[in-house]
């Protein structure tokens, strides 16, 4: 890494523990049901004059590197979003062994279930299922709801609007198949 990229890493990484400390000691910095992980990586943007790709992956590399900061900030975000908020308490106040368990046992459960899918639907319908599910989880962050109200009103859009979500649907995946294709070839 060259002088100059070990340099806005320190100048990230100092943003992103002056905006934990900043969120942590008074949450009105986070605009209602706004999201304080957003949050520090749009402050990230503005300050540092970069795009949000790199400064996600910025924030990314950084917190991957860094186990304290990284645990400052799971538990900033969970201090807002859960705590603060009062949803997940049960989750919130375990240990962060049980925290990691539970991670690690819903990862595996969900790998399973895909690859259940794929062996019994195929490939066109998992790929389907991974889409809405990033969908709603989309409009989940973006309007500040949770996951299951997105999903139901993910669904009552598709269904009102059945003919053109599809075809949406059907465009990106044949799109995403051939990527696939042209990599491989």
Not at 84 to 92: E, Y
Request: glycine share 2%; proline share 0%.
């Amino acid at each position: 890494m060259s002088k100059s990229e070990k340099e806005k890493e320190e100048i990230a990484k100092s943003i992103i523990f002056q905006e934990i400390n900043q969120i942590t000691s008074d949450r009105s910095k986070i605009k209602e049901n706004g999201c304080a992980a957003c949050h520090i990586l749009f402050t990230l943007i503005n300050k540092m004059h970069i795009s949000e790709q790199e400064a996600s992956e910025r924030l990314s590399e950084i917190l991957t590197k860094d186990a304290k900061l990284n645990d400052l900030f799971i538990e900033m975000v969970e201090s807002v979003h859960m705590k603060k908020r009062m949803i997940g308490i049960a989750f919130s106040i375990k240990t962060r062994q049980a925290k990691d368990r539970y991670i690690d046992m819903n990862f595996k459960n969900f790998l399973e279930e895909i690859s259940t899918d794929l062996l019994q639907y195929g490939t066109d319908i998992v790929l389907r299922k991974l889409l809405l599910s990033s969908i709603s989880l989309q409009i989940a962050q973006n309007i500040g709801i949770d996951y299951h109200a997105a999903t139901e009103e993910l669904y009552y859009y598709i269904r009102k609007n059945e003919q053109i979500t599809n075809q949406n649907m059907i465009q990106f995946m044949d799109s995403f198949y051939e990527k696939i294709i042209k990599k491989n070839m």
